[in-house]
């Protein structure tokens, strides 16, 4: 469980940073640091917690605030030296989703012993705080961007759950999904994948619509 806890620390700490750096960009004082910090954090962590009927981990163990609230404040001190604010919010991002996509799928398949149930408790505790920092912060959500994301938690998360389920020791199991994670959102940022978008035909206009439900009224 000392791996464990070590990708739980340090998924919240990733986290923790962008929703840090995300305030830098707002322009906010040190209180609005904090919040972003604490809510990107662990906001992932605390709704797989709600879902599995769990206590809610960081109230448990406010080591985890402790660390959300040290990192806002490095952050607040050191940000307006990185002049790459954004790329190094994202790539942060991109490691915390692939410890959190391992860590929630851990929790998961150890409190129901359903694999399914350790797949979307990994992919949710994986992307949820990086949604709730978008949502938070007025940007564009992550999930309306056209690369990779909540697939590379999902693909993170399945291939540790896989892994345990073959019996391979914790370590081989991390290190699986941690890299199928880390691969997949890298190589979305570095190379612009994406998935097969849906293409409707065009609809039509909101006016001629109107017109067709009148004239069938009439």
């Known amino acids: 469980m000392a791996l464990l806890g070590l990708l ?4 919240v700490a990733l986290f923790a940073a962008t ?4 305030a830098s960009r707002k322009q906010l004082d040190l209180i609005g640091f904090l ?3 604490a ?3 662990v906001g992932g962590g605390t709704l797989r917690d709600l879902v599995l009927g769990k206590p809610v981990f960081w109230v448990a163990d406010p080591t985890y605030l402790l660390i959300c609230v040290a990192v ?6 050191t940000a307006h030296m990185i002049e790459w604010r954004y790329q190094l919010l994202i790539w942060l991002d991109a490691i915390g989703l692939s410890a959190y996509s391992v860590m929630g799928a851990a929790k998961g398949l150890a409190t129901t012993g359903s694999p399914t149930i350790a797949i979307v408790t990994g992919t949710m505790t994986a992307t949820f705080g990086g949604i709730l920092r978008d949502l938070i912060a007025n940007e564009p959500s992550i999930l309306l961007r056209p690369e990779i994301y909540v697939t590379a938690a999902l693909a993170g998360a399945s291939a540790f759950t896989a892994a345990q389920l073959l019996d391979l020791p914790l370590a081989a199991s991390s290190a699986a999904g941690i890299v199928i994670a880390f691969a997949l959102r890298g190589g979305a940022l570095h190379f612009g994948w994406t998935l097969p978008r ?7 206009p909101a006016d001629e619509a ?3 439900k009148t004239k069938k009224r009439n």
């Open 210 to 212: 109107l017109k067709t």
């Open 72 to 77: 806002g404040i490095i952050v607040f001190l």
């Open 19 to 22: 929703g840090a750096l995300a």
């Open 35 to 37: 919040f972003f910090s």
């Open 39 to 41: 809510a990107t954090g």
């Open 8 to 11: 739980d620390y340090a998924g």
């Open 198 to 204: 849906y293409r409707p035909r065009p609809g039509r």
